[in-house]
């Protein structure tokens, strides 16, 4: 006959997990939830430098000149007439929107000047040059 003791065993200690990945998806939604995104447009640019170079507040219509003479906006390449028509729908939505155009400095000045007249077609009341401050 055998008469021994049960013996105890030992528990492991640890940290339990659970809680701590709750916090961390907590924390998680709370940054997505409050943070802002900017919208640009998706292209290369080297933007010339101004002094008076300002900030804007508003939610704006990105339109990007790249150095080959090629126009963008919403990260897709567009030709002047497909611009017009996305300007119009963009003006008829929001009639106080503002285009700012983003041009490479080395883009062919002759294109900026086609660029602003389509937005001034397209009923834009406000057009700015987007210029990296000094």
Known sequence: MNFE?????MQKMGIDMGPLMDMVFILL??????????RETG???????????????KEN???AITRNGTVHIN????????LEDVLKDAAMKNPDREAVIIADKDAVTGIL???????TLANIKKVSVAA???
Do not use: G, W, Y
Request: hydrophobic letters at 45%.
């Open 29 to 38: 939604i709370f940054f997505v939830v409050t943070s802002t995104f900017t």
């Open 132 to 134: 990296e401050a000094n």
């Open 43 to 57: 292209v290369d640019v080297t933007k010339p430098r101004a002094q008076t170079a300002s900030a804007l507040q």
């Open 61 to 63: 219509i990105m339109i």
């Open 113 to 119: 000047v086609k660029v602003i007249d389509v937005c």
């Open 75 to 82: 990260e897709r390449e567009v030709d002047l007439a497909s």
């Open 5 to 9: 003791l049960p013996r105890h065993r």
